[in-house]
C-alpha cells in the first residue's frame, strides 16, 4: 500500500523552548521530514558587549533555567582564562559538585518528567503520580537532592549567586548533611533501575559523530581537551574548529558540523567517548542496562542519562569527603587584575558540550561573545535523525500517529533546550 | 465564597512562557518538599513544558517571559482573552527582566551581530502589561516558589497575601546575614522590593535588584551610601539596569 502520512507538531510539548515537526510522506515516499527551532531569539552576545566582567555571569546564566549552573561555569572559566585568573583547589572541587548538582537535577527532570511519560503511555508526570505514586515520589526525591545541594554549594539552585569570578564566595556548612543526602540518593537511583529496564526503546541507528570533553582519566565536566569519536581532537580554544556554526533557513538556531553534515553533543557523547572513566558504580549500571560505547542509537542517551546520574552521585561523595578536609582553606583567589585578551571556557552541561568565549578590553570590559550552545550543536543532528528516522519506520508500516510520537520522543530524547539555542 | 469571580475549588491553571529562560516555570517544578501537595491542590491544564495535554479551560494563566516577536502577541492576546486572571510571572514578564538590555542596543546591528546576512524578526522588548491587562505581578529572577505557592493559596483559598514592598535589607537583617557592604560589594538590597528572603547576600552577591523598587525608595540616601563606599554612579546605574526593574528611575 501506498501510504500518504503527514506530521506537523507545532511548538512540541514536554521540552524547553519552541520548535516544531514537520514530516510529508506521498505514495510511500518520504518528502520532507524537519525539524524546526522556531524559538524567539534575545540577543545574549550583543547585550553582553560593553558589560563589566562581574555581569558576564549572571547575564548569561539567564540564558537557560535548567543549564545556568553550567552558563555560569563556562562563563567565569572564560573570564578566568582571558585575565589569567587560577582558582583555589577548594573552589574547583566546589565548582564541581555544583557542576553535578546541576547535571543530576537536569537529568532526572527530563528522565522522569519529560522522557518517561511516553514510555508509560501518558500524557506527563502527573498521572504517572498516581498509577506509580512510588517511583513519582523517589524521582522528586531525587530531584529535590540535587537542588538541595545546588543551593547549599552555589546558594540557589535556578540562578546561583555564590559563583564569582575568582572562585565561589563561601565554604558551606551543611557538608555533613550534604553526604547523608547524597548517600540516599544513590539508594533511590537504584531502586528506580527496573523500572528503566522496562522501558522499550525504539531500534533505530544512524551512524553518527559524537563530540566531547576528553576525560584524562577523570569523566570530564569543566575545561580540557575537546575529542570526536571520528578521530578529531582540538585545544579548548580551538573550539571553533569543532563547531562550524553555519545558517538554515528555517531556524532561529543555528546548526553546526564537523567530519559530516551534523554530530551529537550530550550524556551519550560523553559516555561513548569516556566510558573508561566512569566510576565503577556507573559502569556495573551500563553493564546492567547492556550500554555499550560506541552507541549510534540516539535513544540511549535516556539510558546515558541514567548511567550519568549514578556518576555524579558517586562522585559527589568523594569530593564532600574531601572538602571536609578543607574547610579552612581559601574559596577566592586572592587577585583578580582584568586585562585586555581573550579567553575560552567549555564546560560539559547536562545536555552537551557548552563554550563561552569572551574579549577583554583592558577596563575588564566585554569587546566581543560568542556562547555556543550544546542544543544548537545537536539541532542539525536531531534533524537528520528524523529524515533517517522517518524514512525507516515509514517503510515498515508505522501509522502517522506512531510515527509522530517516535519522531516527538526522538526530539526528547536529546533533551533540547531549545531557548538556550537560540539565545 | 466568590474571590475575583472563581469559585474555590481546585484551580485550572496554564503555565505560558514567552520570550524567557523558561526559569520561573522550572520553579513550579522546584520545591520538592511540598511539590506534589502543590501540584495535587491546582489542576493543570496546560503547560507545555512538562506536559502534552494543552487544554484551553484554564481560569488562571501564568505567563512567563516578555513580548519580542510579532507572532506572540496573537499568543498572548488569547491567553488573556482566556484566562479570569493573568499573572505575570517572574522579571521578564513584570517589566522585561534582561531581555530588555537588548533595547539599548540597534536591533538591525544586533541582528546582523548574531545572524550576518540573514536577520531574524525581533521587536523591542516589552514587558506583558505593555501588550495586555495584567492582574497580578510576581516579580523575582527566577520567582521564589514560596511566593507563587502563596498566591495559589490565596486565590484558591482566599488566605490574605500581601506582596511585600518592604526592602531587601529587612530579610537580609532576619537571616543575620553579614552586610556585602563590609566585604566591598555593591547591593540594591536598600532599595529593592523584598518578598525572597534575600539569597544572594545570603550567598555572597549583593542584591542585583531583580525584584524592582521597593516602597518609597530612597534614592539619594542610597547613591550617598554607595558613593562613601566608593561606588560610582556608572556601577549604580548599571545595576539597577540589569533587570529593568527600576522603572521609575533612570
Ligand atoms: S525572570 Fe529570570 S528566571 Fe524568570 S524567565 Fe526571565 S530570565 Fe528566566
Ligand atoms: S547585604 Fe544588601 S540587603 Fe543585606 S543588609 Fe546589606 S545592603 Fe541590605
Ligand atoms: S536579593 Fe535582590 S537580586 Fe537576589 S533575589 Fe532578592 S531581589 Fe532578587
Not at chain 1, 524514512?391 to 510515527?403: E, H, I, N, V, Y
Not at chain 2, 526592602?167 to 566591598?184: D, H, I, S
Request: charged share 25%.
Amino acid at each position: 500500500m501506498k501510504l500518504n502520512m503527514d506530521v506537523d507538531v507545532h511548538h512540541l510539548t514536554r521540552v524547553e523552548g519552541h520548535g516544531n515537526i514537520v514530516v510529508r510522506v506521498r505514495e510511500g515516499k518520504l518528502e520532507e521530514a524537519r525539524w524546526d527551532v522556531v524559538e524567539t531569539p534575545r540577543y545574549f552576545e550583543v547585550m553582553l558587549k560593553g558589560k563589566h566582567y562581574t555581569s558576564a555571569a549572571p547575564l548569561t546564566s539567564r540564558i537557560c533555567g535548567i543549564c545556568s549552573m553550567g552558563h555560569q561555569l563556562a562563563s567565569l572559566r572564560a573570564t578566568e582564562n582571558a585575565f589569567g585568573v587560577v582558582i583555589p583547589p577548594a573552589a574547583e572541587k566546589l565548582r564541581l559538585l555544583a557542576k553535578h548538582a546541576e547535571t543530576l537535577q537536569s537529568h532526572a527532570l527530563h528522565l522522569f518528567f519529560l522522557a518517561a511519560p511516553d514510555f508509560l503511555g501518558a500524557p506527563s508526570a502527573l498521572p504517572i503520580a498516581e498509577s506509580h505514586p512510588e517511583v513519582v515520589q523517589t524521582a522528586v526525591r531525587i530531584k529535590g537532592a540535587a537542588n538541595r545541594m545546588a543551593t547549599i554549594v552555589a546558594g540557589r539552585a535556578v540562578h546561583p549567586v555564590s559563583l564569582h569570578v575568582g572562585g565561589v564566595q563561601r565554604m558551606p556548612k551543611e557538608l555533613r548533611e550534604l553526604k547523608d543526602i547524597m548517600a540516599r540518593t544513590l539508594e533511590d537511583l537504584l531502586a528506580v533501575v527496573p523500572l528503566f529496564e522496562t522501558f522499550s526503546i525504539p531500534e533505530f541507528t544512524r551512524e553518527t559523530e559524537f563530540v566531547s570533553l576528553e576525560g584524562n582519566g577523570h569523566y570530564p565536566w569543566i575545561g580540557g581537551n575537546l575529542v570526536s569519536t571520528d578521530g578529531v581532537q582540538k585545544k579548548e580554544q580551538q573550539y571553533l574548529e569543532m563547531t562550524n556554526e553555519y545558517l538554515d533557513k528555517n531556524n532561529t538556531s543555528k546548526w553546526a558540523r564537523l567530519s559530516r553534515n551534523s554530530f551529537a553533543v550530550g550524556a551519550l557523547a560523553r559516555f561513548n567517548n569516556n566510558y573508561k572513566s566512569l566510576l565503577p558504580e556507573a559502569k556495573s549500571l551500563a553493564k546492567k542496562l547492556g550500554l555499550k560505547p560506541v552507541s549510534h542509537n540516539p535513544f540511549h542517551n535516556n539510558l546515558a542519562q541514567l548511567i550519568e546520574c549514578v556518576h555524579v552521585v558517586a562522585e559527589a561523595q568523594k569530593l564532600i569527603a574531601e572538602l571536609e578536609g578543607m574547610q579552612n582553606e581559601p574559596t577566592m583567589a586572592e587577585e583578580i587584575k582584568p586585562s585586555k585578551g581573550q579567553g575560552v571556557g567549555a564546560v560539559e552541561v547536562p545536555r552537551g558540550i557548552l563554550y563561552h568565549h569572551y574579549t577583554y578590553d583592558a577596563d575588564g570590559r566585554i569587546k566581543k561573545a560568542n556562547c555556543i550552545i550544546p542544543t544548537t550543536q545537536n539541532n542539525a543532528n536531531i534533524h537528520y535523525d528524523m529524515y533517517d528516522l522517518v524514512d525507516q519506520f515509514a517503510a515498515q508500516g508505522m501509522d502517522s500517529t506512531q510515527l509522530e510520537l517516535m519522531c516527538s520522543m526522538l526530539v526528547r530524547a536529546y533533551d533540547p533546550c531549545i531557548s538556550c539555542s537560540v539565545h | 465564597m466568590k474571590y475575583l469571580g472563581i469559585e474555590p475549588k481546585r484551580l485550572r491553571v496554564g503555565v505560558f512562557d514567552f520570550t524567557s529562560c523558561e526559569g520561573c516555570e522550572l520553579q513550579f517544578a522546584n520545591k520538592e518538599e511540598t511539590l506534589l501537595d502543590f501540584l495535587g491542590a491546582i489542576d493543570i491544564v496546560n503547560f507545555r513544558e512538562i506536559s502534552s495535554d494543552q487544554g484551553k479551560d484554564y481560569d488562571i494563566a501564568f505567563v512567563e517571559g516578555s513580548i519580542t516577536r510579532s507572532d506572540e502577541f496573537a499568543r498572548i492576546i488569547e491567553i488573556r482573552r482566556q484566562a479570569k486572571i493573568l499573572v505575570a510571572l517572574g522579571s521578564c514578564a513584570c517589566f522585561g527582566g534582561v531581555n530588555a538590555l537588548k533595547n539599548a542596543y540597534n536591533l538591525t546591528d544586533a541582528n546582523r551581530e548574531v545572524y550576518g546576512t540573514a536577520p531574524r524578526e525581533t521587536l523591542p522588548t516589552r514587558a506583558i502589561k505593555e501588550v495586555v491587562p495584567v492582574d497580578m505581578e510576581i516579580p523575582g529572577c527566577p520567582v521564589n516558589k514560596d511566593e507563587v505557592e502563596r498566591i495559589v493559596q490565596h486565590l484558591i483559598w482566599s488566605i490574605p497575601f500581601n506582596f511585600p514592598e518592604h526592602p531587601v535589607c529587612l530579610e537580609c537583617k532576619q537571616r543575620f546575614t553579614t552586610c556585602v557592604f563590609e566585604k566591598g560589594q555593591l547591593c540594591l538590597g536598600p532599595i529593592t522590593r523584598g518578598g525572597c528572603t534575600a539569597p544572594c547576600p545570603a550567598g555572597g552577591t549583593g542584591c542585583w535588584g531583580c525584584r524592582g523598587e521597593a516602597a518609597e525608595p530612597n534614592f539619594k540616601e542610597f547613591s550617598k551610601i554607595a558613593h562613601e563606599r566608593g561606588f560610582s554612579d556608572l556601577e549604580i546605574s548599571e545595576r539597577m539596569a540589569f533587570f529593568g526593574g527600576f522603572e521609575g528611575e533612570k
